[in-house]
């Protein structure tokens, strides 16, 4: 099966610091569900900022889709991007658009009519379940409103990938659970999704579902193959 | 002409609707106002250098420098006889002594002339043509061996100094407009700036959404582009009621040259584009600020 990501020898180096990740190996397939653990600290944010495009590494190849992101003209990032869903840890909702206008954003982005983009803006609204909310603005949203539209925008564009940090961070654990099956439904349908949490009782709620674990910048699963709980054979890949 | 190119309707509230920073267009309508006047001036000085050229163009005069009145007399007769049979001159008119004592009577007195002065005989002549040198040169020669006495100048050359000032005028005006143009551009790429950093955040989630410099970039050209039009709308109908006002008294005045330097229909249209180009150059800065400022994010 071809990988849809293949990270090799990646390193991050903010400024002169020490390296925030080093020698990172993995590779993603298509259609897969995967975590990504570690505590905080661990270099998850900074490994799915690579991911989504927002940050280029300082060494190392990353391969998106069989394209070199790291050579790529930036240029180019633009269509990369629109292959892959990112829930922010932060939400980074827009202030100024309402909830609506918020999920719609990437349809716009893609240059979906006004007319074709009510219905399924409307639909993915209901979905996450804060359909009377559709013309408030982020800050008169409650966190897990703000979560939920965010994820909606994350997923209107049915990506490639979808890329979550910490998504259930603000949500109680009977919302974050409804969540992670608004994930597994969306991966059934296709969708590699890559979720990082540090909250490790999530990870035993997806059926399939494949751990990658952060340690100080050092991936412990090169082949993001584990699973949780481990099974014998996962337990010896872990360094 | 893609910097033209303006964001589609549900792409406009993207960005904030409020304007980008409060003052901008009333800088801009200030910048519009005084660059109309500006234009408004230098392309009335250029009216009347104009005008006043069309009226001596063809125009020269001979003068018969003799002392000796007979001699003078004898040779501006013979002047006038041949210049009359020549393709070149369309009319000779001799100045009678009457208009010359009128016209030298604020110098010398309104009693006449004392024929102990020696005043120069004046012929006008009217070509069909230019007074360039060759033509006058060609009277010049005509008139070297019958009225050795003759000097032939164009009228025009009398007021080379004069023109001389109204070209410099013309470069002061554009220079002014030019420098006008520079502070709109300056403006609108402060504003640009101080908008990016004003949104920077939404500009960051529209990258990672996949929103291209184009489509982010034509989002702040049209917020640019209703200051600028708001300002030049303002500016353009400022300075028009100034220089409306400026055209009454003129007219009211009656003086040949006020009157030369009034707007020709041309000039007119001239200053209405003058605010189209204030947006277009407005948008193409915004556009140039904005994409380089893009560049630099990843």
Redesign the interface.
Known sequence: MDSIVQFENVGLRYGTDTETLSDISFTLFPGRFYFLTGASGAGKTSLLRLL?????PSRGLIKLFGTDAVTLP??E???L??RIG?VFQDF?L?P??SAF?NI???L???GV??RE?QQPVAEMLDWVGIGDRASARPATLSGGEQQRVAIA?AVISRPEILVADEPTGNVDPDMALRLLRLFEALNKLGTTVVVATHDLHLLSKVKDAQMMHLDKGHISDPTGALRYPPRPDDARRVR | MAFLTLPS???R??I?EGRLTGPMPWVIAIMMFLTILAAAAGLSVRASADRVNADLAGRATVQVVEANPDLRAEQAGAAVEALSKIQLVEKVEPVSEADVEEMLAPWIGSDGLDDTIPIPALIDLDLNGPATEANLDEIRDLLADIAPAARVDAHGSWLKPVFNLLKSLQYLALGLVLLLAFATSATVLLAARSALDTHR??I??????????G?ITRLFQRRIALDAGFGGAIGIVAALMVLFFIAVQMGEIGSGLLESGLLRWHDWAILALIPIGGIVLAMLTARVTIMRAL?KM?
Do not use: K, N, W
Not at chain 1, 52 to 56: N, S
Not at chain 2, 204 to 213: E, F, Q, R, S
């Open positions: 989504f495009l927002a940050q280029r930036r240029e990032l633009p269509a991007r629109r990112v980074r827009v100024h658009l206008d719609a954003l990437p716009r982005v893609a009519s006004e983009l925008r | 309707v549900q792409d509230g993207l904030p955040e939404t960051d989630i529209m990258h990672l959404l996949g929103a291209t410099d489509q560049r990843l």
